[in-house]
């Protein structure tokens, strides 16, 4: 017999999703606020890049559905009511066009000038400011600070405040007036605002207490939070940045995994060489120790939005993805290795933006050491080569300092956020912050390519290479020290071990 009394309370407990608007509204409705993702995503309880998502296309599900679209509602009916008022208030007031139109064209000449879409608080006065310098919202028109600042800072009518230059800060050099200007302090061989919070320091000083200073439970600690740290330190640093990356994009079939356990069809040109034979006599091998491999090659050209296909044996430098190319035939085995690493199949494979790029150097004009690539087909998007580099500088800082004052912990800290970062941009459950298997395969492709420039140069400089292996090792013959500096330092090599050949 049915139970009715179950699909009562069935149909009594079911409801629609609340209905939510689009992606460019919601992001639109939290930027008119002056709001950012960071304190938006404190509100609702989730992580900035979260809310990153759900302004790119994701929708949200559950209870926090319900939250979002309670707070984009609210912000709908906010921002009405203060367009409102505006109006009223416009209708008694003189237009102030003509000192704007100057300050939009002192930001068209200043190439570390730009116009913020949403006013954001002045670093100088905390008011509103339309324009941003070096990265920094400011006003541009020190009038307009003097306007905002507190009446304490405003300099007296007696002696007028110095005139200054857009977008600069004339320091008084009294005490009481710091607040004019923007405090630095220097961090490796940078300077940042003396209040940007070091979120590693804080997080390696935290984990410590906690475990009253057990270095080993520390660490354990901190590595096991690695990831979503690294996702927290990421979004720290996109702050005022000039692109918006789309965190959850379409993939093509050739970035998803064939199977459950499979890969999928990119090839990243991983070294695996030995050379087949040495000159006659005893040699002394020297296993070098590339530093922090995976750091310096979050230094590549990253795409930026959803691939989009093409065809054609054109290589455009401003896009970045991955390409489906017929590589050159490589005469050099006996002494170097092969730029797309140790592949036995013939015929065509897909590329990364890395490998592509090392390919086109090495056949071009200057080395000439093989044919051009040719390519088939793409699918790209418009890229940039600094999308990472601040979150990069942060991470090579840390560790420097680290290294400096034999920090063990943070060291290692340090190593597991960049390390796993990579690793857990693709199909990861550990990271669902961002889903990027093209930047995954791309940020290793390029820490192969820095070894096989590493085996070119020492080639060049007179060495033997004799081995080039994953990211991070190369044995050579020779004099090495006069090629690589030796230290810790991700620009420096480690000698990882000596071993002779030979009679």
Not at 152 to 165: D, F, G, L, R
Request: with cysteine; aromatic share 6%; charged share 25%.
């Amino acid at each position: 017999m049915t139970d009715f009394g179950a699909i009562d309370a069935l149909l009594a407990g079911a409801k629609k999703e609340v209905p939510l608007p689009s992606a460019e509204e919601r992001r639109t409705l939290r930027e008119e606020l002056n709001l950012s993702r960071a304190q938006l995503a404190q509100a609702l309880g989730v992580s900035p890049s979260t809310v990153g998502g759900w302004e790119s296309g994701r929708d949200p599900s559950g209870e926090v559905r319900e939250k979002y679209a309670y707070f984009l509602e609210g912000a709908r009916t906010k921002l009405a009511a203060e367009a409102s008022d505006t109006a009223d208030e416009a209708l008694d007031e003189e237009p102030e066009d003509e000192p704007r139109a100057d300050a939009e064209q002192t930001a068209g000449q200043d190439d570390d000038v730009d116009v913020l879409a949403t006013p954001q608080p002045c670093v100088l006065c905390g008011q509103p400011a339309r324009h941003q310098v070096a990265g920094f919202p400011q006003h541009l028109d020190p009038a307009e600070c003097e306007v905002a600042a507190p009446a304490h800072e405003v300099s007296s009518p007696e002696k007028p405040a110095p005139h200054t230059s857009p977008g600069r800060t004339q320091p008084t050099g009294r005490p009481g007036q710091e607040g004019r200007g923007v405090r630095v302090v220097p961090v490796g061989r940078r300077m940042k605002p003396a209040d940007d919070p070091d979120l590693i320091a804080t997080a390696v000083a935290a984990a410590l207490a906690e475990h009253s200073g057990d270095v080993d439970r520390a660490t354990t600690a901190l590595v096991k939070r690695a990831i979503p740290d690294a996702m927290v330190l990421l979004d720290h640093t996109r702050k005022g940045g000039r692109y918006d990356v789309v965190a959850h994009p379409w993939l093509p079939d050739v970035l998803r995994k064939q199977s459950a356990r499979g890969a999928d069809q990119i090839w990243e040109a991983r070294p695996k060489w030995a050379r087949p034979e040495l000159p006659p006599g005893e040699h002394e091998i020297t296993a070098l120790d590339v530093n922090g491999a995976y750091l310096s090659a979050l230094k590549t050209h990253l795409p930026l939005g959803q691939l989009e296909h093409s065809t054609g044996n054109h290589h455009n430098p401003r896009r970045a993805g991955v390409h489906l190319i017929t590589p050159p035939d490589w005469d050099h085995d006996a002494y170097l290795p092969n730029p797309i690493g140790s592949r036995d199949e013939p015929g065509p494979l897909w590329v990364t933006e890395s490998t592509l790029r090392l390919l086109l150097r090495v056949s071009g004009p200057k080395h000439g050491l093989c044919d051009p690539p040719e390519i088939h087909e793409s699918w790209t998007s418009g890229a940039t080569e600094g999308l990472l580099e601040k979150f990069r500088v942060a991470l090579k800082d840390a560790r420097d300092r680290a290294i400096a004052e034999d920090d063990e912990v943070t060291l290692e800290y340090v190593k597991a956020m960049y390390s796993k970062f990579v690793s857990t941009l693709g199909e990861s459950n550990y990271n669902r912050e961002l889903y990027r298997t093209d930047w995954m395969h791309l940020i290793r492709s390029q820490a192969f390519a820095n070894l096989w420039w590493k085996a070119h140069r020492a080639y060049d400089e007179g060495l033997t290479v004799v081995r080039a292996m994953g990211t991070d090792e190369l044995h050579v013959i020779g004099d090495w020290r006069k090629v690589f500096p030796e230290g810790r330092g991700v620009t420096e090599v480690k000698v990882k071990d000596v071993y002779h050949v030979g009679p």
